[in-house]
């Protein structure tokens, strides 16, 4: 029972974990859309031909970069939900053996019910027949 628990816990802050890397996957997608805003905006600013090209070269290279971090940053979100997922499996089968084990266990005290029942009744047959062969 307290290992459940302990499973569940355990469960619900690989949740809180998931839900906070799905929410910084969320972030830098924005950071993305935003940083592209901005080029647009530079784009009509620049009047001249060449400032024009080397400004866009120059958002290109932040834009390359920023997106190796965002595709970094996703890799590394995406290998901790691997993690996740695969600590999660072995809870599930963690919990499954214990299922396991407590029916088994179960199905134990089951039997040593019967026994006990019928060596109650072996006992009561037992104690009758003492008593027959008792004097007055």
Known sequence: NINFRNLTDQNEILQQKTSQLTAQVALYRRDKEIAEEEVEKIRYILSDKEDRERQLVQMNRILEEELRQTQSSLE??????????????????????QKNELNELKADNEQQRVLLKHLGKALVEAKSKIQMFELP
């Not at 590394?76 to 053996?97: D, P, V």
Request: aromatic share 4%; net charge positive; hydrophobic share 25%.
């Open 76 to 97: 590394n979100t995406q290998s901790k939900l691997r993690l996740i997922e695969a600590s999660q499996g072995q809870y599930i089968t963690t919990i499954t053996t």
